[in-house]
């Protein structure tokens, strides 16, 4: 079985996490890159947060500059933080352009209090032909000080080994 860590990340928070999957399960790892890629300078925080919700708002699809193939892989984590208490538009578009079925996805997301949002029953919603396995919501906070622990416990809650 082999596996790739797919992740999104401005901040690194959900890169952090993706690395740490990545480490304790052998996985690949490959960022998704936006075409335009967004602010990452935390002072402009609100100006990200507003821009994010007029991609919402608008339904837009962000594209996606590099290529992503996955048609190697088995298990596919996939990593985004939480923006408007969903994920991130350019995951739609990693959706819209990528078939998954067959595939196992193991979603896993970064946040400041929402949890997953319902986004796992999203990506079942957009997925239905492939098999989602339970994801792994963790606090930015705790992202940026070590996920190690929690990484570890939860891949053996869903049986994913190196």
């Known amino acids: 079985m082999k596996s790739l860590v797919l992740y999104f990340s401005v901040y690194e928070t959900t890169k952090a996490v993706a690395t740490e999957i990545a480490k304790q399960t ?10 335009k890629p967004y ?7 609100n100006a990200l947060a507003r821009y994010a919700k007029k991609e919402h708002d608008e339904d837009m699809r962000p594209a996606i500059k590099n290529k992503i193939d996955i048609s190697g892989y088995d298990n596919i984590f996939i990593g985004y933080p939480m923006w408007w208490y969903t994920f991130p538009m350019i995951l739609y578009t990693l959706f819209d352009e990528l078939d998954f079925s067959g595939k196992t996805i193991i979603p896993f997301n970064t946040h400041m209090g929402s949890s ?10 957009l997925e239905p032909n492939a098999t989602i396995l339970k994801g792994l919501p963790i606090e930015m906070s705790e992202a940026e000080r070590g996920c190690a622990d929690k990484v570890k416990k939860w891949l053996k809650i869903i049986n994913i080994n190196k």
Request: aromatic share 8%; charged share 35%; glycine share 12%.
């Open 39 to 45: 602010d990452s300078d935390r002072s402009h925080y």
């Open 116 to 125: 997953d949002g319902g986004t796992y029953r999203t990506i079942t919603e």
């Open 26 to 35: 052998g996985a690949d790892l490959v960022e998704i890159e936006p075409v």
